[in-house]
């Protein structure tokens, strides 16, 4: 074994100097490859006098790790290398995309809502879901044998039982527990989930949301219910917007109206959304019948008020013009990003 040639081959790796990843590859297998120079040397230490293991062996050990080092420096100078063989990333480019979350168009209907009524001086009241049949139904003065109690609408908890547990199908439970719990005059909204026993379609859902309104002091009037809901109408639909009332029939109010606003759409004129009659159909109300507050333990001949109802799909189908019912409950990210730039009131 010959020193001159261990130092020769290690200024050769001082002095080695590659361009591209290729060539630091090409120097590694010429070095340090099975047949490299490198290697070679071991080949031949191996077959050396004992006596001068010692001194080849630290040389030789050297120069390997030298050549390791080298070759791994040179291999990382050339991957950064823009002219090298691999492009790396590029720091100063713009990042992805990063989309934010935004509320539900239901949500964001219910707070306009709120918002609303509360300006108006209404608090909002909640109540369970799960309610008793009680409160759904007999405090509200539907009869023993009324439809709506069928077991085609209402899902039941606990069936069988003189006042059994049901899912309830309007909000109007809310204002029998507002009556029986809290101190007169009551202003109140209650937003809440109902639930209906009914096939699912483009107009018609098995769980939807409604807002239930209550107004009860001395001297309440159908003029009040009417202003009330014209108000709350501009604000919601524009300042334009004109309503009409429509005679009906609810068990809990006496007289009970229905309520349709001017179409937001043709102004009145006529078109497919209000199929031509100008005028959309937006919620239910009425002065509540003195049995409804007798049952909750108020003087009718001391008190009156109003109630009103309605779905806030509805009223978020109507302001944004949203042709199926079912595209509230599917989040499809195309349809929930149409309302991210809709700001609340
Ligand atoms: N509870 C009715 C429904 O679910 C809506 C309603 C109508 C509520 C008239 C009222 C009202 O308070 O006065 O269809």
């Not at 009869?143 to 069928?150: F, I, Q, S, T, V």
């Not at 527990?177 to 202003?187: C, F, Q, T």
């Not at 239930?212 to 003029?223: P, Q, R």
């Not at 604000?235 to 068990?251: H, K």
């Amino acid at each position: 074994m010959d020193k001159t040639q261990i130092e020769k081959i290690l200024s050769e790796v001082r002095d080695l100097k590659c361009k591209t990843a290729k060539e630091v590859e090409d120097a590694r297998v010429r070095l340090l490859g099975k047949k490299g120079e490198i290697t070679a040397l071991f080949d031949e230490f191996r077959t050396i006098a004992k006596e001068q293991k010692k001194e080849f062996g630290q040389q030789l050990n050297l120069l390997k790790n030298e050549a390791a080092q080298k070759i791994a420096e040179l291999k990382a100078a050339a991957s950064q290398d823009p002219a090298s063989s691999k492009p790396s990333d590029d720091v100063t480019m713009p990042g992805d995309p990063f989309s934010l979350g935004s509320r539900h168009p239901v949500s964001i209907a219910r707070q306009e809502i709120v918002t609303i009524f509360r300006k108006f001086g209404y608090d909002v009241a909640e109540g369970p879901e799960i309610e008793d049949d009680y409160h759904v139904f007999t405090a509200l003065n539907f009869p023993e044998n009324h439809p709506a109690r069928d077991m085609q609408d209402t899902f039941f908890v606990s069936a069988g039982h003189l006042n059994p547990l049901l899912l309830r199908t309007h909000t109007s439970c809310v204002q029998v527990r507002a009556m029986e719990n809290l101190p007169l005059p009551i202003r109140i909204i209650c937003p809440g989930r109902v639930f209906r026993n009914e096939a699912i379609s483009a107009r018609a859902h098995c769980i939807f949301h409604q807002v239930e309104g209550l107004y009860i002091d001395k001297n309440v009037t159908f003029a009040d219910l009417k202003q009330a809901i014209l108000l709350f109408a501009r604000e919601m639909f524009g300042p334009d917007t004109q309503i009409r009332m429509r005679p009906s029939y609810f068990p809990f109010t006496e007289p009970s109206a229905e309520v349709d606003v001017s179409c937001n759409i043709c102004h009145g004129k006529g078109c497919n959304i209000c199929k031509g009659t100008g005028w959309l159909e937006i919620l239910g109300c009425g002065m509540v019948d003195p049995n409804v507050l007798k049952a909750s333990g108020i003087d009718p001949a001391v008190y009156s008020g109003f109630a009103f109802g309605m779905g806030i799909e509805r009223i978020a189908m109507l302001k944004w013009q949203v042709n199926d019912l079912r595209h509230y409950f599917e989040n499809d990210m195309r349809f929930l990003h149409e309302f991210s730039r809709c700001v609340e009131v």
